[in-house]
């Protein structure tokens, strides 16, 4: 099954549609190299951008507009059902009984049952 992965800005929760499949890691390694891609913004503004970069141009491009607002931020890949790389996201069913699921939102590796909730949402810290 496919799952595509963005970055999304939690500073100003503005998403970066990547949609590169199966592949959080690979979006958490771009976040160190966004200020090389913001960096490119007046390149790709001048006359020297008819040298395409890459193979993907348009998505380069895409990249350094958002990097230039957002690289200074804090940065997160999350997949296109809103699970974030730094949560379990075991998939469970509403505790309202419901019958809709959601994902556990604690960190990998949490000790007890899984939650819905941020710790941060839990506590009120």
Not at 8 to 14: A, G, H, K, L, S
Request: glycine share 8%; aromatic share 8%.
């Amino acid at each position: 099954m496919s799952n595509g992965w963005d970055l999304r800005c939690r500073t100003c929760n503005d998403t970066l549609d990547l949609g590169w499949n199966h592949d959080p890691e690979m979006v958490q390694q771009l976040i160190p190299h966004l200020p090389a891609y913001a960096a490119l913004v007046p390149v790709i503004k001048s006359e020297m951008w008819r040298l395409d970069l890459t193979n993907n141009a348009f998505q380069t491009q895409g990249i350094a507009y958002w990097a230039a607002e957002h690289h200074t931020h804090e940065l997160i890949a999350v997949d296109e059902y809103g699970h974030l790389a730094d949560e379990c996201g075991a998939h469970m069913f509403c505790q309202g009984g419901c019958k809709n699921t959601t994902h556990c939102r604690l960190a990998p590796g949490h000790d007890g049952d899984h939650s819905p909730h941020r710790p941060t949402e839990i506590t009120g810290a």
